[in-house]
């Protein structure tokens, strides 16, 4: 009787361990395990306060794996890559990627395993604020040089980014102004992890008129007129023409010319209206148009004999 008791238990054993094979076989082919990968964002932890990350691949790719049913509810979002760059200094060194998932998922392996990442030590620097002036005030006038203030901001950065920087530029437009401009304006370098302090700054670009004298106008004329005919009398309306620029070049000024006035075959009065030329490096002619009038007389022969007019 006790062997049979015994017998009967281990045939209830055999039974239910056949029975849990066949279970773990069943749910196995209905909900296999299955192995799938995705790209996940990189990201740093513990960076020292006076270093700044130059250069660091931006993702990873991980190998994980759980059940088919499993799978279908696992985002790649709950998966995070890290690398921990605490104590790291200035250089380029390579770091562990560490891979954490959701629950009931494995991550299997993390390509790459390491990354090497630059880093830099952040530095201040002053660094002086050039002015970029675009454009010309009216005309008759003539900008001084531009104040900045302040003339030198503070520069907070990577120690090579920040080697390369000598100045910071900020622009400003005086096209047509006969007062002068005065604005506040941002400034910036356009390089990341680089700041300036202050972020503006007031750029103030006075303008002045340009000194001026009144000229006379000298006509030219060219050609001749018709035969028979000779110039009598030359005029110009106006005589006299104000004449801004340069101090230097306006003392060096005698007479301003008319652009040419050609009178050939003319007769009797000629009139014309044209343009004086200015002379390179005059600011403005005003008025930069004059009217040119001749007299063209007739010539009175004589004759040889009588030594009458004819």
Not at 88 to 116: D, M, Q, W, Y
């Amino acid at each position: 009787m006790h062997f049979k008791w015994r017998e009967v238990t281990a045939f209830r054993l055999l039974a239910l361990f056949l029975a849990l094979l066949l279970w773990v076989y069943v749910t196995h082919q209905r909900n296999p395990v299955m192995e799938r990968a995705a790209r996940i964002d990189l990201h740093q932890r513990g960076l020292p306060e006076d270093v700044v990350v130059q250069d660091m691949p931006s993702s990873v790719t991980v190998y994980y794996k759980s059940s088919k049913g499993m799978l279908a509810l696992v985002d790649a979002e709950e998966f995070q890559a890290t690398v921990n760059l605490a104590g790291a200094g200035k250089g380029t060194h390579s770091f562990p990627v560490l891979v954490t998932g959701p629950a009931g998922v494995e991550v299997v392996r993390v390509n790459p395993e390491r990354v090497t990442i630059s880093l830099d030590r952040i530095i201040v620097k002053d660094v002086p604020v050039a002015v970029n002036v675009l454009g010309s005030p009216a005309p008759g006038y003539h900008r001084l040089e531009p104040v900045v203030t302040p003339p030198v901001v503070e520069a907070r950065g990577p120690s090579e980014v920040l080697e390369e920087i000598d100045r910071v530029a900020v622009s400003v437009d005086i096209r047509g102004t006969p007062t002068g401009v005065e604005q506040v304006r941002p400034v910036s370098t356009g390089l990341e992890n680089v700041e300036l302090r202050p972020e503006s700054v007031r750029v103030t670009v006075p303008v002045e008129p340009l000194p001026s004298r009144t000229i006379n106008v000298e006509p030219r004329i060219t050609g001749s007129p018709a035969q028979g005919f000779r110039v009598e009398t030359v005029s110009v309306n106006p005589t006299s023409v104000k004449v801004t620029g340069d101090q230097d070049l306006l003392s060096g000024l005698r007479n301003i010319v008319t652009e040419p006035v050609n009178i050939s075959e003319a007769t009797g009065v000629f009139s014309r209206n044209v343009r004086v030329v200015i002379p390179e490096g005059i600011s403005s002619v005003e008025p930069v148009e004059v009217e040119v009038t001749i007299q063209l007389e007739e010539e009175i022969m004589q004759d040889e004999e009588t030594g009458t007019e004819e």
